[in-house]
């Protein structure tokens, strides 16, 4: 299993930016996908999870500016990020669990800065 996260870049508070992560490796339509972030000095905390039936839940922090999104033909999840704060600014990991393992993007810096 591959994960290949990518997007992030420097953004303005109040900007947006989307962030895609490209699976391959597993049957992808079947899995649950997640995103994580983890700031600087801080724990990996969820940001969004999409499961195989589209369900949706998002982290407390994000919700409402935050869209999680997944693409079954192409293997290609997304997080549209939308009203950034400076808070958001962290290395943002896209993840899955695969017969019983996680296995992690190697991570897209998003940072939210004037």
């Known amino acids: 299993v591959q994960l290949q996260a990518s997007g992030g870049g420097l953004v303005q508070p109040g900007g947006s930016l989307r962030l895609s992560c490209a699976a391959s490796?597993?049957?992808?339509?079947?899995?649950?996908m997640n995103w994580y972030r983890q700031a600087p000095g801080k724990e990996r905390e969820l940001v969004a999870t999409?499961?195989?039936?589209?369900?949706?839940d998002y982290g407390d922090s994000v919700k409402g500016r935050f869209t999680i999104s997944r693409d079954n033909v192409w293997r290609t999840l997304y997080l549209q990020m939308s009203s950034l704060e400076p808070e958001d600014t962290a290395v943002y990991y896209c993840?899955?669990?695969?017969?019983?393992?996680?296995?992690w993007g190697q991570g897209t810096l998003v940072t939210v800065s004037s």
């Open positions: 993840s899955t669990i695969f017969r019983g393992r996680a296995f």
């Open positions: 490796g597993l049957n992808f339509k079947i899995y649950t």
């Open positions: 999409i499961r195989d039936d589209h369900s949706i």
